[in-house]
């Protein structure tokens, strides 16, 4: 072998070796999830709980209608779909940023005829030919060395924001089907406060109409007829108002299914439905189970990389470009092999003076990363006490709920015995009144509190977020997320 060539390989096996032992130098810093005070239990532990985190929960409530409207929500909700999209988008960017760490091959191509002045040396023309043909086909490559992992740490960064993308969907879900059915309970709630009042001002119009009888007939006061008619006309003035709020209702749960304003189909009374268990998790892992956590996280990685990537920059950066073809001035002649044509360059770009640009980068990175770090602490803090809000509230509203059914129970035998006082001349209408204008408002106040509590267990699954949430996806009918390699990124294709 001539010395030449000897030589030729050893320095570029000592160029390989320096490369492989530079490409061990990146400025990249593992992500160790930070240290959180995660307390033993939630402040509030209910007693009765059930493993139901990962069940499609909203099946308990036992209304086949619900159920049918979530899953329509599901599959034509405008949120969703933008966020589908979104997670989409994530993943092209990282497809993008990782492909700087790979060698890009293209192609060009390229034909010209040129005609130029005719040229004189010493008043005898120059004999070329004109005009010029040139004709070249090429392929070029070019490759970033990425020695300090400034391309690793971009792709590093978007791989987390696509992560924490995809964590913004799944919330998209979460918070969807919980709103279609607190929606649809509190829809059921105004049907039955609707129920309760027009059943209420058709009992009360009876009893103008047999009080107006009897002062015709002189056997009652026109008092009493006056109490009896505005009792009437306030039960009335309530319906138009609960009348509104149902249609309010109904068009907000026509948006959530993807649809035009229009009616909402009906199903099982409210006083039918059943509330879902609570279900047993522990406060370690709300971590893994909420999206918005995860989601925080994710930012937090992607925020952690990105300090790794602005450090980079103060290292010079080593590209390699080069090309292999033909040239030729005929272009039948162009693929001929004494026409070829080949050309490589290796090119060192390095800092000297910036004059703050790369450490003010580099200073935006770590500031970025520690608020990225707040707002995670904060996000975990917020959904503890999400959950133990959740919990105490569905505690507190089954006891008010049952002490309001003994509240109307009460009040409503208050109203019979004060009716069949007032019959037998023992009391003043008076007393009727008192006892209906306690006993009504009692009542609508009953509806509510039944609404609130079934809403209340749908508050705590979606506080404590959960596998269930997977079931839901199913729904949509949406891909699942790209398969990670080893390295932990996407596939290229």
């Not at 099982?268 to 998790?281: C, D, F, G, H, T």
């Not at 693929?335 to 703050?356: D, E, H, L």
């Amino acid at each position: 072998m001539p010395l030449h060539n000897i030589k030729r390989r050893r320095s570029a096996l000592s160029m390989m070796a320096v490369l492989m032992v530079l490409s061990g130098c990146t400025l990249n810093t593992d992500y160790q999830r930070p240290d959180l005070e995660i307390p033993a239990a939630y402040r509030y532990d209910s007693k009765a709980v059930a493993a139901t985190a990962n069940t499609v929960w909203w099946e308990q409530y036992g209304d086949p209608v619900l159920d049918d409207l979530i899953a329509s929500a599901l599959a034509n909700n405008y949120n969703v779909q933008i966020a589908a999209a979104n997670v989409e988008q994530a993943i092209g960017i990282v497809t993008q940023t990782r492909s700087g760490l790979f060698p890009q091959v293209g192609y060009t191509a390229s034909g010209e005829k040129v005609r130029s002045a005719n040229i004189e040396l010493n008043g005898a023309p120059i004999d070329f030919p004109n005009p010029r043909e040139t004709y070249q086909a090429l392929l070029s490559a070019s490759w970033e060395l990425d020695l300090w992992g400034r391309i690793q740490s971009l792709s590093e960064a978007t791989q987390a924001n696509m992560l924490a993308t995809e964590e913004a969907r799944r919330g998209v879900i979460l918070t969807l089907v919980s709103s279609v059915a607190t929606s649809y309970i509190t829809l059921r709630g105004l049907d039955k406060q609707l129920a309760i009042n027009q059943r209420t001002l058709i009992t009360y119009g009876e009893s103008a109409r047999l009080y107006e009888l009897q002062f015709k007939y002189g056997q009652t006061s026109q008092m009493t007829v006056a109490q009896t008619q505005s009792q009437y006309e306030v039960a009335a003035a309530q319906i138009p108002q609960i009348e509104s709020q149902i249609y309010q209702q109904e068009n907000i749960l026509s948006v959530l299914l993807g649809r035009n304003p229009g009616p909402i189909p009906r199903g099982k009374p409210i006083a039918q439905l059943s509330s879902p268990a609570v279900p047993s998790e522990l406060p370690s892992e709300l971590l893994e189970r909420r999206p918005d956590l995860v989601q925080a996280e994710q930012l937090l990685i992607a925020a952690n990389a990105q300090i790794g990537a602005a450090k980079a920059l103060y290292f010079p950066t080593i590209s390699l470009t080069g090309a292999y073809g033909s040239t030729s001035p005929s272009l039948s002649d162009l693929f001929k092999g004494s026409n070829k044509a080949w050309n490589y360059t290796g090119q060192i770009v390095g800092p000297i003076f910036t004059f703050g640009s790369v450490s003010g980068q580099v200073a935006q990175a770590e500031a970025s990363q520690q608020a990225a770090l707040a707002n995670y602490k904060l996000a975990v803090q917020s959904a503890f006490a999400d959950v133990d809000n959740a919990l105490v509230a569905n505690l507190k509203l089954g006891e008010q709920l049952a002490a309001q059914e003994r509240l109307v129970a009460a009040l409503a035998d208050y109203e019979r015995l004060a009716k069949l006082q007032y019959d037998a001349g023992y009391v003043p209408y008076s007393t009727v009144l008192q006892a209906q204008q306690t006993l009504f408002p009692s009542e609508l106040t009953l509806a509510a509190l039944r609404a609130s509590a079934l809403n209340s267990s749908a508050d705590i699954y979606k506080a404590m977020g959960g596998g269930w949430i997977d079931e839901a996806d199913m729904l949509v009918g949406r891909p699942p997320p790209p398969v990670e390699d080893a390295d932990g990124m996407p596939p290229l294709f």
